[in-house]
């Protein structure tokens, strides 16, 4: 064993016993058992991020402040904020209201989040839970209860693919509860969308729920990325027909249409129906991730998104 090595090891040894004559553990029954001698000890489960405790906020008291706080509160905070105008629910006629379904939609600001929990129709809306990143919203407990019962958020990897929140997503589709994912992974970082991830379209796949496509419009005006005070600005939340997986489509196959239909949304937001109808058929439905050239012509292409609401006209996609 080399001299470094020793050193590190008598460095960890000190800090152990530094720590336990802090933190002194009281005997069993009234402290934890301890792992005997030749006994492989269990490795323990962090109560932050991705393994963050989730359930108790679907209970039915839980259930019953959540949607007392969404009407009482998040709602009026809305409309002043965010004014939105609900386009494309009578695409919904067809969705079997006793079947949950994945709601996917665009991010540019955390006023998303509440203004979609007060525009999906019932009854998919009380039995909803968001995908919230876990490294951001789950970082402590303070802000991961708060995120778990104002929003009925549960953690969700973007940092890498983890298989147990996939599952924990999974169960709770094939339970009922309908789930809000937002697949671009976070928010806009210039006003521009980002590449989709494929988690709605796994998620789709494997429990054989439909997804809804949504694009909203306008948000980024209102709190985006790097802002602390919100502007209100009027915003448009356009729902469009729910998707199902062919057969035999690869997850990456169905993802891509799935961005294609945000997409498309986005083009009869700035445009008008029978226009976007005609780009997508021809599959020339513009781009939301914007021309690839330099941050300065990519910010000069989207307009001034911190000017006040109606001093000018955006240009498309209407952040």
Known sequence: MSSEEKLRRLANDLSRRARSALHPQLPFPYGPAQTPKGVESVAKTGS????FDTDWARRPSARAARGALVETMMRPAVAVLARP???????LADLPEDEPAIFVANHHSHIDTPLLLTSIPEPWRRDTVVAAAADYFFSN??????????????????QRSARSTANRAAELLRDGWSLLIFPE??????????????GAAYLSQRSDVPVVPIHLAGTGRILRKGRSMPTPASTTVNFGYPLRPEPDETSRSFGGRIEAAVATLADESSSDWWTARQRAHAGDSPSMTGPEVASWRRSWALGDPGRRAGSRKQRWPYV
């Open 48 to 51: 932050k991020g991705a393994n």
């Open 85 to 91: 105008t609900r386009t494309g629910l009578d695409r």
């Open 185 to 198: 992974g976070g928010r806009s970082k210039d006003g521009w969308g980002q590449e989709f991830r494929g």
């Open 141 to 158: 407990r303070v802000s991961g209860a708060a995120a778990a019962l104002a929003l009925g958020a549960i953690p969700m990897e973007r």
